[in-house]
């Protein structure tokens, strides 16, 4: 058998879309990587249907964002209904979120995955090798990672500076690093049926749940022609077309072509550490969620996008190993808070099935009456990022933590989203003109500091700004407040300690650039 060696600075294991999302985000800040998937061709069964506006921005960020919004349509949001398909609470979501997209989009993750694969074959940065089966993660101390796989032509090792596990829910990076499940109390089997039909299906522009204890069941629109349920498993199944019937036409014959019914198991899981060494774990071989607040996919893409530009900086730019560390210690609680806000939504959209669900679709039905309720719901799921090295909260709804919403910038006649004229740097925006100690830390984070007031976007900005009492705030490179600088102040205070983190010191010089092995560089004066 033959073996070969090699060294690259990142591999990453599967190519599912976290797995690629993290690839092209590497490649944008000139991270070289190497996807290893055992698969030779894309999976072409849909499964993932549902994104929100932040992961819509996220993909935007990896470059596939006009690309995706061609094949995805926004939703309105979530319905309630009992057992008679009565409706009890409707929560909508609006097309203009916060992101900058539409709150909730449909999608087919085949056609996902067709155009980030198309994506990455268009970055000399990314190297997808399929049929590729990993045999072995190992690492000795602070040396690399070793990568070991098997393909048609024999076995192969790569030497990497650090591994993304984005394997799955049977994960082998997971095992290879010696994380374990965290059992988060929900197991329920469904079956999720897949259907193509132009029949007149009864349904609106987002998702239904009926509440039902003897039939608990999902529906949802996913594209013209395209629709999918799941419904809770009974002990004898009865035939697609039997379950499906209440949402079609009486007595439908016409066209109905069943594209995928299977069975899952849903759990929610949490994986009891994310890293070991250089080896992190995204997605599924980190967290397993219900599937009743359709965060599945999103809550993967999000810990791509806070661990890509942390890795980078420490690749690239010299970062402290330290700023690693905040990839687990900000994604888990997160991660956690979703997954229990899912198992809180199935327990009681479904009425669960043990003695309490009788009292739980009381309390729903009592809930939905409550003024205000709807409208609360639809709002943003994601909770703000809790205080640490990297997010510095001094009240307790500050902006710290919280996302810059993105709206449309006007430059030179064209209209630009924001993050699009920001790039992939430190940025921080003020309500007036920087003062000569805020573009002398931006400068040295090699960033900008930019007043909002000649942005040429629609008061969106500053008004959140007003709102949140700032004058002033440090937004990291995946667009989260790092810092405020409260009205009436003058500047951030105490960066020393993020910015060790960052391997840079506050200079009122601008940084050199230079170019290294074809990798932009950044250092101060």
Not at 74 to 98: I, K, N, Q, V, Y
Not at 247 to 275: C, K, M, N
Request: hydrophobic share 40%.
């Amino acid at each position: 058998m033959s073996r070969t060696e090699q060294h690259v600075p990142v591999v990453v294991v599967g190519a599912g879309p976290v797995g690629v999302t993290s690839a092209l985000l590497l490649a944008r800040r000139g991270v070289r990587s190497v996807i290893l998937e055992r698969h030779r061709d894309l999976y072409p069964l849909p499964r993932a249907v549902a994104t929100d506006d932040e992961v819509r921005r996220i993909l935007q960020a990896a470059g596939v964002g006009e690309e995706f919004a061609a094949i995805a349509r926004p939703a309105g949001g979530l319905r309630l209904l009992d057992a008679r398909h009565r409706l009890m609470a409707e929560f909508r979501r609006t097309e203009h979120g916060h992101h900058g997209y539409p709150q909730t989009s449909m999608f087919d993750q085949p056609e996902l995955e067709r155009l980030l694969r198309d994506a990455l074959s268009g970055r000399p940065e990314c190297e997808l090798r399929a049929g590729a089966e990993v045999v072995a993660v190992e690492q000795d101390g602070d040396g690399p990672v070793r990568v070991t796989y098997r393909d048609d032509e024999g076995e192969h090792l790569l030497r990497a500076d650090a591994v993304l596990g984005c394997d799955g829910a049977n994960s082998l990076t997971r095992d290879a690093i010696g994380a374990v499940w965290e059992d988060l109390r929900f197991e329920e089997c469904w079956t999720v049926v897949d259907v193509r039909t132009k029949a007149d299906v009864r349904c609106w522009e987002g998702v239904d749940q009926v509440c039902d204890p003897h039939r608990p069941a999902t529906f949802m629109r996913v594209g013209e022609d395209r629709y999918r349920w799941e419904f809770r498993l009974k002990d004898t199944e009865e035939p697609v077309r039997e379950l499906v019937a209440p949402w079609l036409p009486p007595s439908y014959s016409g066209d109905f072509e069943v594209v995928r019914q299977a069975q899952y198991t849903f759990r929610a899981r949490i994986a009891d550490r994310w890293r070991g060494g250089r080896v992190f774990l995204l997605g599924d071989a980190a967290h397993l969620t219900p599937p009743f607040i359709g965060q599945g996919l999103c809550l993967g893409l999000r810990d791509a996008h806070n661990l890509t530009w942390k890795l980078a900086r420490v690749l690239v730019q010299g970062g402290d190993e330290r700023l690693l560390e905040t990839y687990e210690s900000e994604r888990k609680p997160h991660a956690r808070h979703m997954i229990r806000l899912a198992v809180a939504m199935g327990w009681a959209m479904t009425g669960g099935q043990d003695g309490a669900a009788a009292v739980r679709r009381r309390l729903l039905a009592a809930a939905c009456r409550i003024p205000g309720l709807a409208s609360a719901a639809g709002r943003d799921l994601s909770p703000p990022l809790t205080a640490g090295p990297l997010v510095r909260r001094r009240i307790r709804r500050g902006l710290a933590g919280t996302h810059c919403p993105q709206p449309w910038i006007i430059r030179d006649g064209r209209r630009t989203r924001l993050d699009e004229l920001l790039g992939n740097s430190f940025t921080i925006l003020t309500t007036a003109e920087p003062c000569p100690s805020l573009n002398a830390l931006a400068h040295a984070i090699g960033g900008r500091a930019i007043p909002v007031t000649g942005l040429g976007d629609d008061g969106t900005l500053a008004a959140w700004l007003r709102a949140g009492r700032a004058d002033a705030v440090l937004l990291r490179p995946d667009r989260v407040v790092m810092d405020v600088v409260p009205a009436g102040g003058r500047d951030f205070t105490d960066t020393t300690a993020w910015a060790a983190l960052l391997h840079t010191t506050r200079s009122p010089h601008p940084p050199r650039r230079t170019v290294e092995n074809g990798l932009l560089r950044s250092a101060t004066r």
